[in-house]
T-cell receptor, first 114, second 117 residues
């Protein structure tokens, strides 16, 4: 039973397209996150939701829009994809809003924009 | 803002030997948590060990232990009896229980560890 599952694992698309990445957790955690890992492997937070409410919204282009229909799901929609959006996107969840017990990560979605 | 620095881009070790990965951080918070995550070639991020700043005792998990020096803001990871499966990128990470880092895990740049047979 996968604790945090993301789909798809790989996504190759053309510039200008719109795409979505889905994430689901079955751990009963209250908080979910999106992180971006760039080509240098640096991980940076994009968004967090606590029980469907947006808590953290880092400086991310507004082409990126997260949506949380319930506390077990957090999706990421990206409009008008650009070459610079190519990266690995990780979904994660934590037991509390503070993340002080650590996060459980999904396996990542490698997005390639051509 | 909190920062996490890993000054060793790459390390290597022979199987069965011990290796230490370094991490320093900068914060004005008093109540915070530190982590080491492992990312093998499979890309999965795996929590290795967690340390609470208010606990003096260093955390240990089987072959993994930390040397937490709060005054020096240092948090190194020691891997004993290294195994081939320990080959991975290791990330040091920080979060606080309040303040500007609330709920946000800040990562270091990562250290690539290679275990040689």
């Amino acid at each position: 039973d996968t604790a945090v599952s993301q789909t798809p694992k790989y996504l190759v698309t053309q510039m200008g397209n719109d795409k979505s990445i889905k994430c689901e957790q079955n751990l009963g955690h209250d908080t979910m996150y999106w992180y971006k890992q760039d080509s240098k492997k640096f991980l940076k937070i994009m968004f967090s939701y606590n029980n469907k409410e947006l808590i953290i919204n880092e400086t991310v282009p507004n082409r990126f829009s997260p949506k949380s229909p319930d506390k077990a799901h957090l999706n990421l929609h990206i409009n008008s994809l650009e070459l610079g959006d190519s990266a690995v996107y990780f979904c994660a969840s934590s037991q509390t809003g503070t993340g002080t017990y650590g996060y459980t990560f999904g396996s990542g979605t490698r997005l390639t924009v051509v | 803002a909190q920062t996490v620095t890993q000054s060793q881009p790459e390390m290597s070790v022979q199987e069965a030997e011990t290796v230490t990965l370094s991490c320093t951080y900068d914060t004005s918070e008093n109540n915070y948590y530190l982590f080491w995550y492992k990312q093998p070639p499979s890309r999965q991020m795996i929590l290795v060990i967690r340390q609470e700043a208010y606990k003096q005792q260093n955390a240990t998990e089987n072959r993994f232990s930390v040397n937490f020096q709060k005054a020096a803001k240092s948090f190194s990871l020691k891997i004993s009896d290294s195994q081939l499966g320990d080959t991975a990128m290791y990330f040091c990470a920080f979060t606080s229980a309040g303040g500007t880092s609330y709920g946000k895990l800040t990562f270091g740049q990562g250290t690539i560890l290679t275990v040689h047979p």
